[in-house]
C-alpha cells in the first residue's frame, strides 16, 4: 500500500539550524494515540511546505524549504525555517506560518508559540521604533526616572470638557503623559476632536505652568483610514504621539500607520486590549513576549507589559522576559521562556506597566522594571482621597523615595500626599 502520510520527513534531531533559520520554540501536547514524535512532524510540516498526505510531484526545490522539528525537550520543541520561506517585511506572512493553521491540528491537544528567533536577514526588513527609549526621553526631558502616565478614569462616559480637566490635574500633579482609554474613541458624548482640542488648550496651560513637557497618548483606534485622519489631527495640534489598540487593529493596520506616524513625527503607544484572549493559557496560544517582539520589528515605542503586581495576569519572570524583548540590543535566552535575539539596527521599546496600580506599589513594580518604563497609574491617583492631581503627586513622591533608596514610610513622613495615600491603599495588591 502507498503511504499515506510524510511528516517524519519534518523531524531530524541530528539538524543543526542554519545562520539564517527562523528558530520557533513550541509547547506542544500531542493528542491521545499520537506519538511526541508524530506530532513534532505535524507541526513542523503544516507551518512550512507540507500537508496531510505524500503528494505525487515534489519540484527538487521543496527540500530547501522544508522545516525541521529538530530538538525535542520534553513538551518543549524547536523547529527550524529556512529563510526561504518567508516573504521579507511581511509579518502577516510569518505568522500565517510559524501561528497559523498550526493551532487547530486534531494531531495537537495543545500548543503555545513560546518565541521564534528571526535571523538578521530577516530582522532588517522591518522598520522597528522610529524612536528608541533614548529618544523618547530626549522629546520629553525626562533623563532617568520612569515616565509616568494616567488613564482618565472611569475609562468612558466623560464628556470632552470634563475629560480635558481632569486631563489638566494629572499633568499638573507632576505627570508626564494623559490616556485614553482603550475603548475610548470618538463617541456622540465625547467626540475625539473636541478632546483633541480642549486638551491642546490645556496641555499649552499646564505647560507654561509647570515649564515641563507635556503630552498625551490619543487613541486613534479606528479603520486605518480614520486612523490616518485621526493622526493628522493630532499632529496639526502640536502633539507628538498617539495609541493604537494593537491586537485589535492587527499587524498590518500597525504596520501601514508606523509609516504614517513616522511622516508625521507621531510615536506609538501600544495598548494590548485582547491580548489574553489569546496569551493567557500557559499551555496555549501564543506567548505576549512574543506578541512584544512583533511590536518591536513594527515599531512601536511603548506597549503595555503588566505588573505582575496589579489587578492583571502576568508573573514576574514574564513580565521580565517582555521587557528584555522590548529594552535590550541583543535579548539573551531564558530557558522556556525567550530565545536568544540580536536586535541589530532595531530600536528599543518602553515597557508600559498598567493595571491596578497606586503609590503603594510603586516601589514593587520599580523592583521589576527598573526605570526604564512608562508607569501607568489611572484608579490609584483619581481615587486619592484629595484627588487626582493629589494622587498624581503621590506617585512623583513614590518614585522619588525609590530613586532616592528611602522607604515610602519615611518619605511620607514629610509628603502629605504619599502620606494620604498609604492611609488609603497601603501595599494592597488588587484582584
Ligand atoms: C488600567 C487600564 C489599562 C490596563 C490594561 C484599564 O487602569 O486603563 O487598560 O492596564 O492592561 O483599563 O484597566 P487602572 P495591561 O490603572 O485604573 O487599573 O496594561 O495589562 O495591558
Ligand atoms: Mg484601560
Redesign the pocket.
Known amino acids: 500500500m502507498a503511504k499515506i502520510d510524510w511528516y517524519d520527513k519534518f523531524v531530524d534531531f541530528k539538524y543543526s539550524p542554519a545562520k539564517d533559520d527562523v528558530i520557533a520554540l513550541f509547547y506542544f501536547e500531542p493528542a491521545a494515540g499520537m506519538s511526541k514524535k508524530e506530532a513534532a512532524g505535524r507541526i513542523a510540516s503544516e507551518s512550512s511546505t507540507g500537508t496531510w498526505t505524500t503528494l505525487t510531484s515534489l519540484p527538487p526545490r521543496m527540500k530547501g524549504l522544508e522545516a525541521t522539528a529538530f530538538e525535542m525537550d520534553g513538551n518543549y520543541l524547536k523547529v527550524a525555517y529556512p529563510i526561504g520561506l518567508w516573504e521579507k517585511g511581511n509579518l502577516c506572512q510569518l505568522l500565517s506560518g510559524i501561528a497559523g493553521n498550526i493551532f487547530g491540528m486534531k494531531a495537537l491537544k495543545n500548543l503555545r508559540l513560546i518565541d521564534a528567533s528571526i535571523p538578521p536577514a530577516l530582522l532588517k526588513s522591518f522598520k522597528g521604533p522610529q524612536f528608541g527609549m533614548e529618544g523618547i526621553r530626549k522629546r520629553m526631558g525626562v533623563k532617568k526616572r520612569p515616565l509616568t502616565g494616567a488613564?482618565v478614569?472611569p475609562?468612558i462616559g466623560f464628556s470632552a470638557a470634563e475629560h480635558s480637566k481632569i486631563a489638566f490635574e494629572t499633568w499638573m500633579g507632576g505627570f508626564d503623559f494623559v490616556k485614553d482609554?482603550?475603548n475610548l474613541t470618538s463617541l456622540s458624548f465625547n467626540r475625539f476632536e473636541d478632546r483633541l482640542k480642549r486638551m491642546t488648550k490645556l496641555r499649552d496651560k499646564a505647560e507654561a505652568l509647570t515649564g515641563e513637557k507635556k503630552s498625551a497618548f490619543f487613541n486613534i483606534t479606528a479603520e486605518v483610514g480614520e486612523m490616518m485622519r485621526r493622526a493628522e489631527m493630532v499632529a496639526d495640534h502640536g502633539w507628538d504621539y498617539v495609541m493604537i489598540d494593537v491586537v485589535v487593529t492587527g499587524n498590518s493596520a500597525v504596520q501601514t500607520m508606523r509609516d504614517y506616524l513616522g511622516d508625521l513625527g507621531l510615536a506609538i503607544h501600544a495598548?494590548?486590549?485582547m491580548?489574553a484572549a489569546f496569551d493567557r493559557n500557559p499551555k496555549h496560544g501564543l506567548t505576549m513576549q512574543f506578541l512584544a517582539k512583533t511590536m518591536r520589528m513594527l515599531g512601536v515605542n511603548n506597549i503595555?507589559t503588566?505588573?505582575a503586581v496589579?489587578?492583571?495576569v502576568?508573573t514576574k519572570p514574564e513580565v521580565q522576559a517582555i521587557a528584555d524583548v522590548l529594552r535590550e540590543k541583543k535579548t539573551k535566552a531564558k530557558k522556556g521562556l525567550i530565545l536568544e535575539q540580536e536586535w541589530g539596527n532595531i530600536k528599543s521599546v518602553f515597557p508600559?506597566s498598567?493595571?491596578?496600580?497606586h503609590p503603594g506599589l510603586v516601589p514593587d513594580v520599580m523592583d521589576i522594571y527598573g526605570n526604564d518604563m512608562v508607569l501607568?497609574?489611572?484608579?490609584?491617583i483619581h481615587g486619592h482621597p484629595k484627588g487626582t492631581r493629589a494622587g498624581a503627586m503621590a506617585v512623583m513622591q513614590a518614585i522619588d523615595a525609590k530613586m532616592e533608596g528611602v522607604s515610602l514610610k519615611e518619605k511620607a513622613k514629610n509628603n502629605e500626599e504619599l502620606r494620604e495615600a498609604l492611609g488609603k491603599w497601603g501595599r494592597y495588591k488588587p484582584k
Not at 498598567?354 to 496600580?357: A, K, R, T
Open positions: 488613564v478614569k475609562k482609554d482603550e495598548h494590548r486590549a491580548h503595555h503588566g505588573t496589579g489587578k492583571l502576568g508600559a498598567s493595571g491596578g496600580l501607568l497609574v489611572s484608579g490609584g
